[in-house]
Nanobody
Framework: QVQLVESGGGLVQAGGSLRLSCAVTGRTFSNYAMGWFRQAPGKEREFVATISWNGASTYYARSVKGRFTISRDNAKNTVYLQMNSLKPEDTAVYYC?????????????????????WGQGTQVTVSS
């Protein structure tokens, strides 16, 4: 069983930065592509970013491209989401997710149903 635990959320002013972390336990982390999603109040959960098992490929939602960076450290079993130039509309609960795949073309991993495991989420609030 794979377990995912997010951390790093909090309250930040618009224009500020946060780095989210997602620690993974239970299986070989490097076997999994990882994704970040978010859900704002009253809205459906939406894709943010994804990264391939070896970190060679990444893919972003248009709304965050150029501001957010997804990365991973397979030695630490952790995936990160560096969020810069934050906006109030980035306010949401952020979730990490995992799926076992070695495909390098990961654009299809923008869908929730592509993932098998999910964390509990971490709240990010951006004040104006």
């Amino acid at each position: 069983q794979v377990q995912l635990v997010e951390s790093g959320g909090g309250l930040v002013q618009a224009g500020g930065s946060l780095r989210l972390s997602c620690a993974v336990t239970g299986r070989t982390f490097s076997n999994y592509a990882m994704g970040w999603f978010r859900q704002a109040p009253g809205k459906e959960r939406e894709f943010v970013a994804t990264i391939s098992w070896n970190g060679a490929s990444t893919y972003y939602a248009r709304s965050v491209k150029g501001r957010f960076t997804i990365s991973r450290d397979n030695a630490k079993n952790t995936v990160y989401l560096q969020m810069n130039s934050l906006k109030p509309e980035d306010t949401a609960v952020y979730y990490c997710a995992a799926v076992s795949t070695f495909y390098s073309n990961i654009n299809y991993l923008s869908g929730e149903r592509s993932y098998d495991y999910w964390g509990q989420g971490t709240q990010v609030t951006v004040s104006s």
